[in-house]
C-alpha cells in the first residue's frame, strides 16, 4: 500500500480544504507486472478540483486491505479539512460493507453506480484512461514495489503539472500560470523540462 509520508506539506491552492461538501469517486485499475503478477490499484478522485489519489496497489485486496487503504483515505481528507458528503462507486465485489460503515462514521455517503453503466462514474473513469495511457502502457513494469514507484511519481504528476482543460490549464494542487503578454518575453522564452520516470512524464517550466 501507498503510504503517505509525516509532516506531508499542506495541500495546494485548489484543494478540498478550500471547497466544501465535495464529491469523490473510487475504482480499481487491473495491471499485470513483468513478474506475471496480476496488481489491483484503488484510486480516489475528487470532482470539483481534480485532485487525485492513489491509495494502494496489492496483489491481494482482501477485505483487511481496503479497510485500511479507506481508513487511510478518511484521515487524509481530514488532514486536508475536505468535507466530502459522497462516494461514488461501482458494485466491485472488492469493496467491503465495512468500507461503507467507515466511510458512514466520516459522514461520507457511498453511492453506488448502475450496473455496468460506466459514464455514471464517467470521471473516475477518464482517470483510469489517463493513468493506461500515460503510465501503465508505457512502463515495463518490473514487480509491485516498482509499480508503487511509478505510481507516486504519477500521482504528483497529475496534482502538481499536468494541465487540466477543465481547471482552465491549472494542475488540481498548482495555479495556472500568470499569461506572458510581453512580446519580449514570447520571443526570448525558455523552457525547462524535466523528465519524470526515465522520460516517460514531462514536466516543463519556465527558466528562471
Same mark, same amino acid.
Given at each position: 500500500?501507498?503510504?503517505?509520508?509525516?509532516?506531508?506539506?499542506?495541500?495546494?491552492?485548489?484543494?478540498?480544504?478550500?471547497?466544501?461538501?465535495?464529491?469523490?469517486?473510487?475504482?480499481?485499475?487491473?495491471?499485470?507486472?513483468?513478474? $506475471?503478477?496480476?496488481?489491483? &490499484?484503488?484510486?480516489? =478522485?475528487?470532482?470539483? #478540483?481534480?485532485?487525485?489519489? +492513489? !491509495?494502494?496497489?496489492?496483489?491481494?485486496?482482501?477485505?483487511?486491505?481496503?479497510?485500511?487503504?479507506?481508513?487511510?483515505?478518511?484521515?487524509?481528507?481530514?488532514?486536508?479539512?475536505?468535507?466530502?458528503?459522497?462516494?461514488?462507486?461501482?458494485?466491485? $465485489?472488492?469493496?467491503?460493507? &465495512?468500507?461503507?460503515? =467507515?466511510?458512514?462514521? #466520516?459522514?461520507?455517503?457511498? +453511492? !453506488?453506480?448502475?450496473?455496468?453503466?460506466?459514464?455514471?462514474?464517467?470521471?473516475?473513469?477518464?482517470?483510469?484512461?489517463?493513468?493506461?495511457?500515460?503510465?501503465?502502457?508505457?512502463?515495463?513494469?518490473?514487480?509491485?514495489?516498482?509499480?508503487?514507484?511509478?505510481?507516486?511519481?504519477?500521482?504528483?504528476?497529475?496534482?502538481?503539472?499536468? #494541465?487540466?482543460?477543465?481547471?482552465?490549464?491549472?494542475?488540481?494542487?498548482?495555479?495556472?500560470?500568470?499569461?506572458?503578454?510581453?512580446?519580449?518575453?514570447?520571443?526570448?522564452?525558455?523552457?525547462?523540462?524535466?523528465?519524470?520516470?526515465?522520460?516517460?512524464?514531462?514536466?516543463?517550466?519556465?527558466?528562471?
Amino acid at each position: 500500500m501507498i503510504r503517505r509520508p509525516s509532516g506531508r506539506p499542506p495541500h495546494g491552492p485548489t484543494s478540498c480544504a478550500r471547497k466544501a461538501d465535495a464529491l469523490l469517486a473510487c475504482d480499481f485499475i487491473e495491471t499485470v507486472t513483468l513478474n $506475471g503478477q496480476r496488481q489491483y &490499484i484503488l484510486a480516489v =478522485i475528487e470532482h470539483t #478540483a481534480r485532485r487525485v489519489r +492513489v !491509495l494502494g496497489t496489492t496483489a491481494h485486496p482482501s477485505a483487511t486491505w481496503v479497510t485500511q487503504a479507506i481508513q487511510n483515505l478518511v484521515m487524509d481528507l481530514d488532514d486536508a479539512g475536505c468535507r466530502a458528503r459522497f462516494l461514488l462507486r461501482d458494485r466491485d $465485489g472488492k469493496c467491503p460493507a &465495512i468500507m461503507d460503515e =467507515i466511510l458512514a462514521e #466520516a459522514d461520507i455517503k457511498t +453511492v !453506488l453506480t448502475g450496473i455496468r453503466m460506466p459514464r455514471m462514474n464517467s470521471i473516475m473513469e477518464r482517470w483510469v484512461q489517463s493513468c493506461r495511457r500515460e503510465l501503465l502502457d508505457r512502463c515495463l513494469l518490473w514487480n509491485e514495489r516498482h509499480l508503487r514507484h511509478a505510481l507516486r511519481e504519477y500521482e504528483h504528476f497529475y496534482n502538481q503539472h499536468r #494541465a487540466h482543460q477543465t481547471l482552465n490549464q491549472a494542475a488540481p494542487l498548482r495555479p495556472a500560470p500568470d499569461p506572458i503578454t510581453d512580446p519580449g518575453r514570447i520571443i526570448d522564452l525558455n523552457i525547462r523540462r524535466r523528465d519524470r520516470l526515465g522520460g516517460v512524464l514531462h514536466e516543463y517550466s519556465h527558466a528562471a
